[in-house]
């Protein structure tokens, strides 16, 4: 389980939190504005009502204590730039920030943001999977029923085909593609044996995708 501290709770922060916390994690949720940390308080382990331009406050709230801190605030652009540069300063090991534009992530990255979304391009929830765990290589909603999941094989794989796997019907999800190196291995068979390295692409419905996701960050 990891801590993860979301600063401004819109539409795409309200999907990372609530994902993070569905997958198990530790959730501070933290906006400006009361009725949006009531409205998400029900769903993340934490949810308060704070000023993100208040050093003092962060402060209070423990962020250095967090793994990570994801910073997604709207348009306002001094907020977010300012919730950024305090986080980075209280020493949180890392912080993602949520850009408008090419230019205000240029911004980010020069004061400390380790790594920078665009709202148009990544998707709350394919983020806040990719964050969980260091096994999962990509993460894409098809639909809010749907997902596929790119994911690096965990140790207890190794060395054992697809058939004794059962991940069909183990988690109702169809591996399509396995990678390895510069291979791809379009729909592999039964005896396809799992080796470390390999990369399985999974489609499935969403909640049986997320059961992998929290298998693969145990």
């Known amino acids: 389980m990891k801590s993860f501290a979301v600063i401004g709770c819109g539409r795409f922060g ?97 004061i400390g943001a380790d790594k920078v979304i665009f709202p148009e391009r990544d998707m709350g929830v394919r983020v806040a999977h990719n964050l969980t765990s260091n096994s999962i290589v990509d993460y894409i909603e098809l639909s809010p029923d749907y997902s596929i999941l790119e994911i690096e094989a965990i140790p207890k794989w190794y060395e054992r085909n697809l058939e004794e796997l059962r991940l069909r019907n183990k988690y109702k999800v169809t591996v399509m593609a396995i990678k390895r190196g510069e291979e791809v291995n379009v729909s592999p068979g039964p005896k396809f044996q799992v080796q470390k390295g390999d990369i399985l692409v999974a489609l499935g ?6 059961h992998i996701a929290e298998e693969a960050g145990e």
Not at 61 to 68: A, P, Q, Y
Not at 69 to 77: Q, Y
Not at 205 to 210: L, Q, T, V
């Open 205 to 210: 419905a969403s909640e049986a995708i997320d």
């Open 14 to 110: 309200s999907a990372v939190a609530k994902t993070l916390f569905d997958l198990g994690n530790e959730v501070l949720a933290i906006d400006g504005d009361m009725d949006v940390v009531d409205n998400i308080a029900g769903h993340v382990t934490h949810a308060i009502q704070a000023d993100v331009m208040d050093e003092g406050v962060l402060k209070e709230l423990g962020l250095s204590n967090f793994d990570v801190a994801i910073v997604s605030i709207g348009s306002d652009l001094q907020a977010s730039i300012m919730a950024t540069l305090i986080v980075k300063e209280l020493g949180v090991n890392k912080i993602v920030a949520k850009a408008q534009s090419e230019l205000h992530g240029k911004v980010l990255k020069k």
